[in-house]
């Protein structure tokens, strides 16, 4: 199963199960000093630096981690993971305070991170999981790091009780953050949708079941749905297929879908804005009077009864 097929819990599981060992380790296992020699040498094991070693098959990211002497972390992991996060150019890693021979390149793409929640130590290439969502929030701005909340929270891999066991170790100034955790979001671009609905100070629902439709992200004033289209999920002419029957189904009910792409979502949120406030301003007021008529009609309706 390719990693893309797999489920974020898989990944994890993947990403955390044994794949770099100390010295001790191999030796705990049965092998001598020649059988490790003779292992590196045949590229069953990679020496990745003093007293650490690595399967092959070790994700290069990890193994620079280990290289640099640390664990990876923060964003980087979190991507290996397949949780959202907006944009990780450089590589994360955790090191233990008082660290020395860190083996950092000059290039500056590595970001080094100095504290951790916890004192456990189950896995020498990873950092707790708990550990490297802390570190993304720090170093992600608000909406950013929200989104990447709200996916470790909808993947199942905290949960807000985790969260809120976490948030007293941040700086005071992202606290705000955890009573806007929203876990029904099921991509970055469905944060920054439900943020921007905020600001608009419109009416909204998530995740809505409509039948004959099946879940639509957002449900706006009862009558607008929106759908936060991305390459990933809505590639090929079959996915379109089905987003347009879709859109046909749900306008039998009544409902008008627009679909913004999370390209714009993310980029020029004022464009997506200003396009959805006049949607609303042209078609609102009709189906603000269409449910006045209806509601006529049901009482003159009942009244003749």
């Given at each position: 199963?390719g990693?893309?097929?797999?489920?974020?819990?898989?990944?994890?599981?993947?990403?955390?199960?044994?794949?770099?060992?100390?010295?001790?380790?191999l030796?705990?296992?049965?092998?001598?000093?020649?059988?490790?020699?003779?292992?590196?040498a045949?590229?069953?094991?990679?020496?990745?630096?003093?007293?650490?070693?690595?399967?092959?098959?070790?994700?290069?990211?990890?193994?620079?981690?280990?290289?640099?002497g640390?664990r990876?972390?923060?964003?980087?992991?979190?991507?290996?993971?397949?949780v959202?996060?907006?944009?990780?150019?450089?590589?994360?890693?955790?090191?233990?305070?008082?660290?020395?021979?860190?083996?950092?390149?000059?290039?500056?793409?590595?970001?080094l991170?100095w504290?951790?929640?916890?004192?456990?130590?189950?896995?020498?290439?990873?950092?707790?999981?708990?550990?490297?969502?802390?570190?993304?929030?720090?170093?992600q701005?608000?909406?950013?790091?929200?989104?990447?909340?709200?996916?470790?929270?909808?993947?199942?891999?905290?949960?807000?009780?985790?969260?809120?066991?976490?948030?007293?170790?941040?700086?005071?100034?992202?606290r705000?953050?955890?009573?806007?955790v929203?876990p029904?979001?099921?991509?970055?671009?469905?944060?920054?949708?439900?943020?921007l609905?905020r600001?608009?100070?419109?009416?909204?629902?998530?995740?809505v079941?409509?039948?004959?439709?099946?879940?639509?992200?957002?449900?706006?004033?009862?009558?607008?749905?929106i759908?936060?289209?991305?390459?990933?999920?809505?590639?090929?002419?079959?996915?379109?297929m089905?987003?347009?029957e879709?859109?046909?189904?749900?306008?039998?009910?009544?409902?008008?879908?627009v679909?913004?792409?999370?390209?714009?979502?993310?980029?020029?949120?004022?464009?997506?804005?200003?396009?959805?406030?006049?949607?609303?301003?042209?078609?609102?007021?009709?189906?603000?009077?269409?449910?006045?008529?209806?509601?006529?009609?049901?009482?003159?309706?009942?009244?003749?009864?």
């Amino acid at each position: 199963m390719g990693n893309k097929q797999k489920t974020v819990v898989q990944r994890a599981k993947d990403t955390y199960s044994r794949t770099v060992f100390s010295r001790s380790d191999l030796v705990h296992r049965g092998l001598t000093g020649r059988l490790i020699a003779e292992s590196v040498a045949r590229g069953e094991l990679q020496h990745v630096r003093r007293d650490r070693y690595a399967l092959p098959s070790t994700h290069r990211d990890i193994v620079e981690a280990v290289r640099i002497g640390g664990r990876v972390s923060c964003l980087s992991l979190l991507a290996l993971l397949g949780v959202f996060v907006f944009r990780c150019r450089e590589l994360h890693v955790l090191v233990t305070p008082g660290s020395s021979r860190l083996r950092v390149a000059r290039d500056g793409k590595v970001v080094l991170h100095w504290k951790a929640l916890t004192s456990v130590r189950e896995s020498l290439h990873a950092a707790p999981l708990i550990d490297a969502v802390a570190h993304s929030v720090l170093c992600q701005a608000p909406r950013e790091a929200l989104a990447t909340l709200d996916s470790v929270l909808h993947h199942g891999l905290l949960t807000r009780e985790d969260l809120v066991t976490m948030f007293p170790a941040l700086p005071a100034r992202f606290r705000p953050l955890l009573a806007l955790v929203d876990p029904s979001a099921g991509s970055g671009s469905e944060t920054f949708m439900r943020l921007l609905l905020r600001t608009m100070g419109v009416a909204y629902e998530t995740q809505v079941y409509l039948e004959g439709v099946g879940y639509v992200d957002f449900v706006v004033d009862g009558w607008l749905i929106i759908e936060c289209d991305s390459k990933e999920f809505h590639e090929g002419w079959e996915k379109q297929m089905q987003d347009r029957e879709r859109d046909i189904a749900a306008a039998r009910l009544g409902f008008v879908t627009v679909r913004p792409l999370a390209k714009d979502i993310f980029g020029d949120q004022a464009s997506v804005r200003q396009a959805l406030e006049q949607v609303i301003a042209a078609l609102g007021p009709r189906f603000v009077d269409a449910r006045r008529s209806q509601f006529s009609r049901n009482r003159r309706g009942a009244a003749v009864e």
